[in-house]
């Protein structure tokens, strides 16, 4: 059981070239979702997804879209990218409501740390 | 606004020493609440959960949190650290109804320092 994987772990952009980060998960999870995480500001929500085919903003959507078109998949893609967007970004997912004590309870990826140049 | 405070930006505890690492919280109701810990260059791991019932709860590598509502604080506690616990810790709250159940407010973070 794989988990929430994240793929690239490194990635260095120029100002303006895009970029997806790849989000999977196998735990058959509704809710996925992508924070970014920059030195003393905690993790911050940049979109989520409920479902397959629904997508919502976070507290920090400007400069990212996503997709939700399997279960499994939350791509995260950059279209221009900016050197505000240097930061760690993860993906993570759970449980929808109505499940047990498991709802809520959110599963991390290792994490994509991206630098922007 | 919802929001969630952690005081304490970095903690430096001895070895076997007691650590208490602070949480309080602004929410319309009742939040799920959450701590999460973070090793160097790891994602994050959850420690312990409260969703409802005993406001003590316990979570894995001997810590444990009290939830209380007077003062919607969430405090984190171990009674003798370990050098391995050396990390940084997240405190986080999340609703308890609707699709959006799992968009999580975290703090900023609590390092903590461990000396031999």
């Known amino acids: 059981n794989a988990g929430v994987t994240q793929t690239p772990k490194f990635q260095v952009l120029k100002t303006g070239q895009s970029m997806t980060l790849q989000c999977a998960q196998d735990?058959?999870?509704?809710?996925m979702s992508w924070y970014r995480q920059d030195p003393g500001m905690g993790l911050r929500l940049i979109h989520y997804?409920?479902?397959?085919?629904?997508?919502d903003q976070g507290e920090v959507p400007n400069g990212y879209n996503v997709s939700r078109s399997t279960t499994e998949d939350f791509p995260l893609r950059l279209l221009s990218a900016a050197p505000s967007q240097t930061s760690v970004y993860f993906c993570?997912?759970?449980?929808?409501?109505?499940?047990?004590?498991?709802?809520?309870?959110?599963?991390f990826g290792a994490g994509s740390r991206l630098t922007v140049l | 606004a919802q929001s969630v405070t952690q005081p304490d930006i970095h903690i430096t505890v001895s070895e076997g020493a007691s650590l208490e690492l602070r949480c309080n919280y602004s929410?319309?109701?009742?939040?799920?609440l959450f701590w999460y810990v973070q090793s160097p260059g790891q994602g994050l791991q959850l420690l312990l959960k409260?969703?409802?019932?005993?406001?003590l709860v316990q979570g894995i590598k001997g810590f444990e949190a009290e939830f209380k509502r007077s003062q919607s604080s969430f405090n984190l506690r171990k009674p003798s650290v370990h050098w391995s616990d050396a990390a940084e810790y997240f405190c986080?709250?999340?609703?308890?109804?609707?699709?959006?159940?799992?968009?999580?407010?975290f703090g900023k973070g609590t390092k903590l320092s461990v000396k031999p």
């Open positions: 735990m058959n999870h509704e809710y």
């Open positions: 986080a709250v999340g609703g308890r109804y609707g699709g959006s159940q799992g968009n999580l407010i």
């Open positions: 993570a997912s759970s449980q929808p409501r109505g499940a047990s004590s498991g709802a809520n309870v959110l599963t």
């Open positions: 409260y969703f409802s019932g005993d406001t």
């Open positions: 929410y319309g109701a009742t939040p799920y």
């Open positions: 997804s409920v479902g397959a085919g629904i997508t």
